[in-house]
DNA sequence: ATATTTATGTTAACATTGTCAACATATAAA
DNA sequence: TTTATATGTTGACAATGTTAACATAAATAT
């Protein structure tokens, strides 16, 4: 493929990896055409050869985004080599730490303005893939094993989650100085979700030297 | 006062009022100089007579919509002649029911954009009239007559915010079917994350039949 | 009352935005 | 070699927030 002056040749990937730096350090409401368009030296209506619309760029970056951070998040949810309650633990604490390192884009992910997109790509059809999916699982298998109470899964993996979403956009978000505190908040919220739904007879491995009290059959302390 | 085809009166106030019926109904983003000077039949550039920038007329929205919010949402939790349990149960549930029926207000409130803004309204300072003061008062009434466990009650605070703001924040976001299940969330939620700070010698009052279980000195189930 | 100042609204312009039609050129296919 | 397709440019468009220059009503001073 020979470089011309006219014909750039890569430019749809490279939109994308513009804007993907981009909003590394600034909201996506802040990217405009012309910065795609100076970045890539080209014109400012180049895109509209690559997508339909602005918007439907960004779409695509959601796509990629939910594919980035379930496997960041999940990854450690599906080592089955773990004790299920230290899996519980680490992939709760990537997803804070996603939400920290990339706020911009979990804010595109997780926002209102694109959630048609989120419903696509979180529907409960690929349990396997998305990251949703994948604690629910978790759940299941908790459940079965008898180390988590016999409830709703569903219901646990949206009280879950929304607490995780909770801790991640208040620190994103810049509420009061949670970021301050997020380890400590982490591990303390962490605690308190596991006790509301762990089964309380059984005796459960971790790791974590950390949760041993509240992994031993409770007694009044 | 006479009416004057060329003056309007009042614009100031119908200003604020009519973008706070536009939020009722549509995003923050969509509202434009346009439409709030068709609405009050003046000119497009009348706002800055009144408001340094558009953004200087949401940042008087976001102050008279915490005021709004905080009463809303703490005007339970000072009330002394219930238990305590129970101001935070009615309260939590007032939190959710102010996202749900001012979607694009709590979004505003709460969101990154005009974090700066929030800083000043709840910060630590003024304990008593902001809802977060109010919520962190309300934990050390509790630690203080021995209803709840004695911890950090600023770091308390902020998890039980952080755990209401997630759900908040995916009801109105659009996340899944939340909406459909919160008040089942909720009532999960309180339990779970009750538990997680109550102290479990102490005989507590509520008058609400579905805490009883937690609220007895807690046995294996 | 009259004159002056201040408050409030209008008009017209600006740069910036996303978008699109018309055009240009390079690559691929016939 | 011709034709078709893919990709980029130019120039225009309406909508946006904003500002300067102007206009008029209301408040204040004389």
């Not at 994308?16 to 981009?22: G, P, R, S």
């Not at 349990?127 to 459940?143: P, R, Y």
Request: aromatic residues 12%.
């Amino acid at each position: 493929m020979i470089k011309s002056e006219y014909h750039h040749g890569n430019l749809k990937e490279e939109f994308l990896n513009i804007a993907f730096a981009f909003i590394q350090d600034e909201d996506i409401e802040k990217l405009t055409l012309k910065i795609l368009a100076d970045k890539t030296g080209t014109s400012r209506s180049s895109i509209y050869r690559h997508f339909s619309s602005k918007d439907a760029l960004i779409e695509t970056m959601i796509e990629k985004g939910f594919e980035q951070f379930d496997d960041f998040v999940a990854t450690a949810l599906r080592d089955r080599q773990k004790p299920l309650i230290d899996r519980f633990y680490i992939s709760g604490k990537a997803y804070i730490a996603f939400a920290k390192d990339h706020p911009n884009l979990y804010r595109l992910l997780f926002g209102k303005k694109y959630a048609y997109i989120r419903e696509e790509k979180m529907s409960i059809k690929d349990e396997d893939c998305s990251g949703f999916g994948a604690l629910k699982i978790a759940i299941e298998e908790g459940q079965k094993s008898g180390i988590l109470k016999e409830d709703d899964s569903y219901k646990q993996t949206i009280m879950i989650w929304s607490s995780l979403h909770g801790l991640a956009s208040l620190i994103i978000d810049g509420f009061m100085d949670v970021e301050a505190l997020y380890e400590t908040l982490y591990d303390d919220l962490f605690k308190t979700l596991l006790a509301g739904i762990i089964a309380t007879k059984v005796k459960i491995l971790s790791s974590l030297p950390f949760l041993e009290k509240i992994l031993q059959p409770q007694e009044t302390q």
